[in-house]
T-cell receptor
């Protein structure tokens, strides 16, 4: 099946700094990617939908100025956590769907996740 | 909000079949039932999906009731590596996936 990668897998940053997380579709083009956040012992919470060439759509309660999303190409979406604080420490996961597939096939493909720790 | 309800946790003995139930009473006619699992600190992994008919692949079987209001994921011979959180999802394919709380499956040696 298709593969989605994320970089970095782990990052530690100091409070007040910004961190960029990359999500790549490795063998297919993804016009739409999704970003999730997951706190310990909790489920994945959808943060935003990233659309290639247009603005991202954010879920209710997610600050768009804090979580900047850029989907500059059909294989890359980036999530930048600006002015990070300890409460932003979380597991960030992206996903993408291969729209070439006529049916829904494997659904969406999920990246391996990025563990962000803000000190 | 998620359109599915699952028990928060289940235990299964190693080598036995694990049967994970899911209720999705408000499923629409064009929505599929998908199952994913998430092993600790990894991204979700696709398991299986179905619309109306029962499905089987190398990982699992999916049994969907005739009224489509519930389904069961069956792992035929559970191993310790099947310990994970299992998510049942209803998805029409054209929009975002919303995760419920899932079932934490413990495989007991």
């Amino acid at each position: 099946g298709a593969v989605v990668s994320q970089h970095p897998s782990r990052v530690i940053c100091k409070s007040g700094t910004s961190v960029k997380i990359e999500c790549r579709s490795l063998d297919f083009q993804a016009t739409t990617m999704f970003w999730y956040r997951q706190f310990p012992k909790q489920s994945l919470m959808l943060m935003a939908t990233s659309n290639e060439g247009s603005k991202a759509t954010y879920e209710q309660g997610v600050e768009k100025d804090k979580f900047l999303i850029n989907h500059a190409s059909l294989t890359l979406s980036t999530l930048t956590v600006t002015s990070a604080h300890p409460e932003d420490s979380s597991f960030y996961i992206c996903s993408a769907r291969d729209y070439r597939l006529a049916g829904f096939e494997d659904g969406q493909y999920f990246g391996p996740g990025t563990r962000l720790t803000v000190t | 909000d998620a359109k599915t309800t699952q028990p928060p946790s289940m235990d299964c003995a190693e080598g036995r079949a694990a049967n994970l139930p899911c209720n999705h009473s408000t499923i629409s006619g064009n929505e599929y039932v998908y199952w994913y699992r998430q092993i600790h600190s990894q991204g979700p992994q696709y398991i299986i999906h179905g619309l109306k008919n029962n499905e089987t692949n190398e990982m699992a079987s999916l049994i969907i009731t005739e009224d489509r209001k519930s389904s069961t994921l069956i792992l035929p011979h559970a191993t310790l590596r099947d310990t994970a959180v299992y998510y049942c999802i209803v998805w029409g394919g054209d929009d975002k996936i919303i995760f419920g709380k899932g079932t934490r499956l413990h495989i007991l040696p």
